[in-house]
């Protein structure tokens, strides 16, 4: 069964030394296991290798959406606000004034007027009109979504009233209902219940992300080679699960570090991305959390590997390894290629899959 050896940060300053060992094993050639010096024995194994690159980010959720009340007349009062990390579905209460819960609904702008028979048509009734096929209340032989308040859209208005258990008028006043792009994760609450709600745009009462959890990262500019658009990658969690990811964002713009942060002054400028998680479940219950995202470099399939310790110095330069056969023991010369974790590839006349080489013992 093939194995994907991942260089992880510690695997790959072993796999650094290790090549930059090279030069010293040149010059000062290793020679044959001297008598009662103890070997071992591994394999000659063909596999799929891989080295990754480990950038570390931030756990958290896309998206910033400050919530307002938007009623044209009085200022009401609040009665009703969530708390932070409540999930707020289409159609559910985001908060309360003057006891009548403002529900949420998905749209992607505010709501600027009341919609009512007579209005003209537009986005803000198309959307309307989405959710209320969404939620159950018309469907496509009912209603057709086409941005026109009609009597369709009257009835459908009407049935959704009387199901949340509302004034039934077959309108939807400005302040009803809070357009947002999709489900609310809330993260703060700026206003307080038994305070003002007015209609001005410095009335904001509570802020919420969306529910799509995405890591953050911080790409140093000498590693932006190594991170692509689209990239396939592992994000390792704080408890140490892995999900699978995929970087969706990544900018052209280098950000410096500013030299008033303290220890950031020395760090190299960084280029923002973002990773969306595969499984949004596993980042449902961390916000802000430190994590690791593994962005593979390299790879080659198929290929003759065998332990990094098997590879010794060549007198005249270049690596070899011993092959054992029975009782013998012979040296050939190798050509190295992609370093592993534990194992680096291999190319040599004499090498097999199945063949046993001298390693140091364990």
Do not use: C
């Not at 007349?73 to 708390?83: I, K, Y």
């Not at 206003?191 to 890591?215: E, F, H, I, K, Y």
């Amino acid at each position: 069964m093939r194995r994907r050896a991942v260089l992880t940060g510690a695997a790959a300053l072993a796999v650094a030394g290790t090549a930059g060992a090279g030069w010293w094993l040149r010059s000062n050639p290793a020679t044959p296991a001297a008598a009662g010096v103890p070997t071992g024995a591994a394999t000659v194994t063909r596999t799929d290798l891989s080295t990754t690159t480990v950038v570390t980010g931030t756990l958290g959720f896309t998206g910033t959406y400050p919530v307002y009340w938007q009623g044209s007349g009085a200022p009401g009062t609040v009665t009703w606000l969530p708390r932070p990390g409540r999930v707020i579905a289409r159609g559910q209460p985001v908060f309360a004034v003057d006891n009548r819960p403002v529900r949420l609904l998905y749209g992607d702008r505010p709501a600027w007027r009341e919609l009512a028979l007579g209005v003209t048509a537009g986005p803000d009734v198309r959307a309307l009109e989405t959710n209320l096929v969404a939620l159950g209340h018309a469907t496509a032989d009912d209603l057709t979504v086409d941005g026109r308040f009609t009597r369709a859209t009257y009835a459908a208005v009407r049935r959704w009233q009387r199901a949340i258990h509302q004034p039934v008028t077959g309108r939807v006043e400005l302040g009803a209902v809070t357009f947002q792009p999709g489900r609310l994760r809330v993260t703060t609450v700026a206003a307080q219940v038994g305070g003002p709600a007015t209609g001005d745009a410095g009335n904001r009462l509570l802020d919420a992300t969306s529910t799509n959890a995405a890591v953050t990262l911080a790409v140093p500019v000498t590693d932006t080679h190594l991170v692509h658009l689209h990239d396939a990658v592992t994000v390792t969690l704080p408890a140490g699960d892995t999900v699978p990811g995929r970087v969706t964002e990544l900018s052209t713009v280098a950000t410096q570090p500013s030299e008033n942060d303290p220890g950031r002054g020395s760090q190299l400028p960084t280029v923002a991305a973002r990773v969306t998680l595969g499984r949004q479940v596993a980042g449902a219950d961390l916000d802000q959390a430190p994590v690791e995202v593994h962005v593979t470099s390299d790879s080659v399939e198929d290929v003759l590997a065998v332990p990094i310790t098997a590879l010794v110095a060549l007198a005249g330069g270049g690596y070899g390894i011993y092959l054992l056969d029975g009782g013998a023991r012979r040296l050939i010369g190798v050509t190295p290629g992609l370093f592993s974790e534990t194992l680096v590839e291999v190319k040599g006349d004499g090498l097999s899959e199945g063949a046993t080489v001298e390693v140091p013992a364990t």
